[in-house]
């Protein structure tokens, strides 16, 4: 079993940047890949980014590459989601999620957070 928490989120401007966290504990983040993943408003929750349980593969929706960084500090077991140049179109409620295959389905992962409100206004 993995306890997921996110934290981080808020209302900020477009252009700002945040950091969200994902605090995980009952198992080690070093064992498992870490999703990040985003549900807007009347829309399905979709992939943001991913990194492996070695830190040595990260994929991100092309939606946001160039501006988000995916990363974990195993020895704090935390993952985090650093976001730059936000844009009104990242508004989102974002979860973090744990599993074993590094994947971009939500299908694969089998562990997840209760989310984190993220706001971006023009």
């Known amino acids: 079993q993995v306890q997921l928490v996110e934290s981080g989120g808020g209302l900020v401007q477009a252009g700002d940047s945040l950091r969200l966290s994902c605090a995980a504990s009952?198992?080690?983040?070093?064992?498992?890949?870490l999703g990040w993943f985003r549900q807007a408003p009347g829309k399905e929750r979709e992939f943001v980014a991913r990194i492996s349980w070695n830190d040595d593969n990260i994929a991100y929706a092309d939606s946001v590459k160039g501006r988000f960084t995916i990363s974990k500090d195993n020895a704090k077991n935390t993952g985090y989601l650093q976001m730059n140049s936000l844009k009104p179109e990242d508004t989102a409620v974002y979860y973090c999620?744990?599993?074993?295959?590094?994947?971009?389905?939500?299908?694969?992962?089998?562990?997840w957070g209760l989310g984190t409100q993220v706001i971006v206004s023009s």
């Open positions: 009952g198992r080690t983040l070093s064992a498992v890949t």
């Open positions: 999620a744990a599993g074993a295959y590094e994947s971009r389905h939500q299908i694969h992962y089998d562990y």
